[in-house]
């Protein structure tokens, strides 16, 4: 039996009268730069995520770059970074002139620890960005608390997490501006590039707005020297048919999360706690290994297809030589780089797939133990 690590076209097999009447809807209506399928969908985020406003543009990096630049970060200013993320938080960091700051994760856990950000805070310092990293809210109500006493921003990384929920409220609105990717394999995504960034804060929406229009508010008015990051109207429209599913196909996640955790509970270390478990969006479901590539070889073997997110930290990439980090300055992401194993939990694997997935990894791990 093959296992894919994801199954993109099942979700369009599943809606394809839906979205193959929103892109004939785009074609049909003239109008393929903004208008009011991309307006449409925004209100429609918004109203999804709990956030007064929501701004449509390219992809998941610029959602975060063009947040940061409204957020008036610049030249010389330090951006408190996990060290275990994918490259793009420090990249929009990097790309603003600022310098990211790394923090490694809470013990045990994924996402970053704030009493390692309260530490790292210097008075360069402008902000903090947390990772919902795999689909869990990171503690956002440290995050803030620390943000406030030091007048900081918190910009969450909400690229793994559509429809997670952080205390009874879903993620959208917690942090001044949170930065959504709608790459094709996250849980809300388009067949093609796609971002956001939402806010309850109108100003700060206007701006995000204004420096992915060419710096513009007005035609040819150009009030800074902006950039062109735009939502398709394509891809707007595919993902309004996608989103009313959203929830349905998280539950499916969280219910093979579910027996995933059970059944490897004496063999694996769970990558949630209980506690965790509540609002997670299961984006990813990463299991830990000692002989992780061996793991990965004979689930493979097996017909599962498995991936590594991520097989090296962002400190020791060549991008970031400048920096002056080497192996050892961020242990924990060095280790999570070589223990962490993703398995497939995608909504639209058959429950045949998933006893399958656990037998292999049970199978596997007895194996090599
Ligand atoms: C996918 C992802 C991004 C970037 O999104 P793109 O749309 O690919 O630019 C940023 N941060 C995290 C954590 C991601 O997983």
Not at 85 to 112: D, H
Not at 242 to 268: G, H, M, T, V
Not at 322 to 330: A, I, T, V
Request: hydrophobic share 40%; net charge negative.
């Amino acid at each position: 039996m093959n296992v894919p690590f994801l199954d993109l076209k099942a979700s369009y097999l599943e809606l394809q009268s839906e979205i193959d009447t929103a892109i004939q809807r785009v074609l049909h209506s003239g109008s393929y730069i903004g208008g009011a399928e991309v307006e449409a969908f925004e209100n429609e985020f918004a109203d999804f995520c709990g956030a007064r406003h929501v701004v449509g543009v390219a992809n998941g990096l610029d959602a975060l770059r063009l947040a940061l630049l409204a957020l008036g970060v610049g030249p010389g200013d330090e951006i408190i970074v996990p060290s275990h993320t994918f490259i793009a938080t420090w990249l929009s960091v990097s790309q603003c002139g600022a310098t990211p700051v790394p923090v490694e994760p809470i013990e045990g856990g994924f996402n970053m620890d704030p009493q390692q950000v309260a530490d790292r805070v210097t008075p360069r310092t402008k902000g903090i960005i947390p990772v919902h990293l795999y689909g869990e809210p990171a503690d956002l109500a440290s995050l803030i608390d620390i943000a406030n006493r030091h007048g900081l921003f918190v910009l969450e990384d909400a690229a793994q997490a559509h429809g997670a929920v952080y205390r009874g409220r879903r993620i959208g609105s917690h942090g001044h501006a949170v930065a959504w990717s709608f790459y094709p394999g996250k849980n809300l995504g388009a067949f093609g590039d796609g971002g956001a960034v939402s806010t309850n804060d109108e100003a700060l929406a206007r701006r995000v707005r204004m420096i992915g229009n060419y710096g513009s508010r007005t035609k040819y008015v150009n009030d800074v020297i902006g950039y062109n990051s735009r939502l398709d109207p394509v891809q707007a429209a595919i993902l309004r048919a996608k989103l009313p599913r959203i929830d349905e196909w998280n539950a499916r996640r969280s219910s093979i999360a579910e027996r995933y955790s059970q059944a490897f509970a004496s063999q694996l270390a769970a990558p949630a706690g209980p506690q965790e478990r509540q609002g997670h969006a299961w984006h990813l479901y990463a299991v830990r290994h000692p002989e992780r590539d061996q793991l990965q070889k004979q689930l493979s073997d097996v017909g599962v297809t498995t991936l590594i997110h991520y097989p090296r930290p962002p400190h020791l990439q060549e991008a970031y030589a400048s920096l002056g980090f080497g192996p050892g300055s961020f242990p924990m992401a060095e280790q999570y780089a070589s223990t962490l194993l993703s398995l497939p939990i995608g909504p639209h694997l058959t429950q045949a797939q998933v006893d399958h997935v656990i037998d292999a990894v049970m199978n596997g791990v007895s194996s090599i133990s």
